[in-house]
């Protein structure tokens, strides 16, 4: 009888995050199965990167000696080094705001189109990941740095010991039996961990109840080639190159090109909307949407989708526990708010960022499940900074000029975070969004506690408190501004 193959860690889930966490425990001298359910390539999303995201990956790819992972952190070195990798890019974030009937036209005050720039130029920008790719990408990587890698393999129970825990699953037919020290999910929101675990759920209770329905397409057209931004002109970089966001009441749109053709498109609704929409239904629910806005329509009236029209009933998720003796969750797998603000690569490499130090310094004594738990105390606080942000969005979707001004917390927050790192070690100060900074947490807070309070009363009250809420955002934002020369 075979003995049973033991490791160090078990990584269940081969993408973006388990394959990078796989690389990082290998070069730390750690044994390591990597456990993935499909089959590369396969269809994900999660597609765009961030500054914050592209310093935390170089920091990773340094600091645990993966030179190869290196170029991938910018658009330019990415094109020189790996140039049959599809990927898109992304000189910003673009919001453009509709109204349905009506064609999109921006006045000269910029109150219906908001271009947010994050990179000087295309050299040193950020990226949209094509995953199919990107993930085959990283899973050979991890599998030439001596990970065991283990596809089309369907887990179905685990059982923890003192010493350990032992998955037990099949493949191609055939049983499969594993042995690790400790289990780590990095198979997403509900996966495996959470199901076999029995593991509660602990809703977002700030954001409103969510559907998402997206797919790949082709010949999908172009913002700029409509001419509809002279509010905005010069713009500081073509709106479509970018994270280009349709923002509407009830919900909003992304749009993510790639450079070999393809474009990623899907939305993000509200129940009621998507209840009016019947959203399950797919792609005539999408026909419908496009119906609603002239320009939209406009954009995707040469496009075709060349994957299946994929829907999520619930899109916000977060596990009632993260970890625990032998197991714990990754960030994506611990929970998910909302792609509106790209929050989910950012959040995943900062756990990482923290398992990797704890595997680093800690592995092999008691310390380490000390460091486990203070890992899922600060996922917990990340996601739940992340979820009062976005909820606060959502609350004033319709009203464009308010969802600018919430929206300037995020990316201030971002920005000093990037200085931080950029002027430190590479490390990023604080947690996410820095929720926990003494000053700007409890601003920011209180700024997104008016902002779902929402409009009360007659439009005199509903002005004043736009006005109250723009004063309690300046304020914030000031605390972390850089200093004035």
């Known amino acids: ?64 000696g993966l030179p ?3 170029p991938l952190s910018q658009w330019g070195s990415w094109q020189r080094h790996y140039p049959h990798l599809p990927c898109g890019l992304k000189r910003g974030f673009t919001f453009l705001h509709h109204t349905p009937g009506e064609p999109f036209g921006d006045s000269p005050s910029g109150s219906r189109a908001w271009l947010v720039p994050v990179s000087a130029s295309a050299e040193v920008a950020d990226t949209h990941w094509y995953r199919p790719e990107f993930d085959q990408f990283l899973v050979q990587e991890a599998r030439e740095l001596g990970a065991e890698y283990l596809d089309q393999t369907h887990l179905e129970a685990v059982r923890f010991d003192p010493t350990g825990a032992t998955l037990r699953g099949c493949r191609e037919g055939r049983p499969v039996v594993l042995r690790a020290q400790w289990l780590l999910d990095a198979s997403g929101p509900r996966g495996f961990l959470h199901r076999a675990l029995s593991l509660p759920d602990a809703p977002p209770s700030l954001l409103p109840p969510t559907q998402a329905l997206y797919s790949h397409f082709r010949e999908v057209g172009r913002v700029a080639d409509w001419e509809c931004g002279q509010g905005i002109a010069p713009p500081p970089y073509p709106p479509d190159d970018a994270a280009l966001h349709h923002v509407f009441d009830g919900g909003w749109m992304w749009v993510l090109r790639f450079n070999q053709g393809i474009t990623s498109a899907g939305v993000a609704l509200t129940e009621p909307l998507a209840r009016e929409l019947r959203l399950a239904e797919g792609a005539p629910a999408w026909d419908r949407l496009l119906g609603r806005f002239p320009t939209i329509q406009r954009q995707f009236a040469p496009a075709r989708a060349v994957e299946p029209f994929y829907h999520t009933p619930r899109l916000a998720f977060r596990s009632g526990r993260v970890a625990g003796p032998g197991w714990l969750l990754l960030p994506h797998a611990a929970g998910f708010v909302d792609p509106l603000l790209s929050t989910g690569f950012p959040l995943t490499l900062l756990g990482i960022q923290r398992l990797a130090r704890a595997l680093a310094t800690a592995w092999g004594t008691s310390a380490f499940a000390t460091a486990v738990e203070a890992y899922a105390r600060a996922t917990v606080a990340e996601l739940q900074a992340a979820e009062r942000l976005v909820a606060a969005l959502y609350r004033w979707l319709h009203d464009f000029p308010t969802f600018r001004e919430l929206g300037r917390l995020y990316f201030a927050a971002a920005e000093c975070g990037e200085r931080a790192v950029r002027q430190g070690d590479g490390e990023l100060p604080g947690g996410f969004l820095l929720h926990d900074h003494p000053r700007f947490g409890p601003a920011a807070e209180d700024c997104c506690r008016i902002a779902l309070e929402g409009e009360t009363g007659p439009a005199r009250q509903s002005r004043a408190a736009r006005a109250r809420l723009a004063a309690a955002v300046r304020a914030a934002v000031e605390l972390i501004a850089p200093p004035r020369r």
Request: glycine residues 8%.
């Open 1 to 64: 009888m075979a003995a049973t193959p033991c490791y160090d860690l078990a990584i269940i889930g081969s993408g973006f995050a388990g394959s990078l966490l796989a690389m990082i425990a290998r070069r730390l001298g750690r044994s390591v199965v990597l456990v993935e359910r499909g089959r590369h390539p396969r269809f994900a999303i999660g597609e765009s990167s961030t500054p914050q995201a592209d310093l935390l990956w170089a920091h990773l790819a340094r600091r645990y």
């Open 68 to 70: 190869r992972l290196l």
